[in-house]
């Protein structure tokens, strides 16, 4: 798997929304499930939403269940978090990850982007 690159963050008001992008490189990109996770200061990294290689099943953490929508284009080598009615809690660095497996625990991540900053003031 190549590198991965996030990109969307930013300062955001409650309610709004945003969406992230992970942008992907290797030629097997189609061929990895992939997670985005986020880690907020002083917690632990933890599981947001993982998407199938082929993008048919989705899993989401019970906190932006209905909120969140993860989606991939294995085309463009892409993967995409929509981030509706934000909250001041989903304030955290971002990772996208890349998986052989489709899981939602952290440890089982291969590759990890560096991450992008999301802040939701109240």
């Known amino acids: 798997q190549g590198q991965l690159v996030e990109s969307g963050g930013g300062l955001v008001q409650a309610g709004d929304s945003l969406r992230l992008s992970c942008a992907g490189s290797?030629?097997?990109?189609?061929?990895?499930?992939m997670g985005w996770f986020r880690q907020a200061p002083g917690k632990e990294r933890e599981f947001v939403a993982a998407i199938t290689w082929g993008g048919s099943t989705t899993s989401y953490a019970d906190s932006v269940k209905g909120r969140f929508t993860i989606s991939r284009d294995n085309a463009k080598k892409m993967v995409y978090l929509q981030m509706n009615s934000l909250k001041p809690e989903d304030t955290a660095v971002y990772y996208c990850?890349?998986?052989?497996?489709?899981?939602?625990?952290?440890?089982?991540?291969?590759?990890w982007g560096q991450g992008t900053q999301v802040t939701v003031s109240s």
């Open positions: 290797g030629r097997t990109f189609g061929t990895y499930a």
């Open positions: 990850a890349a998986c052989k497996a489709f899981t939602v625990v952290v440890r089982s991540y291969e590759n």
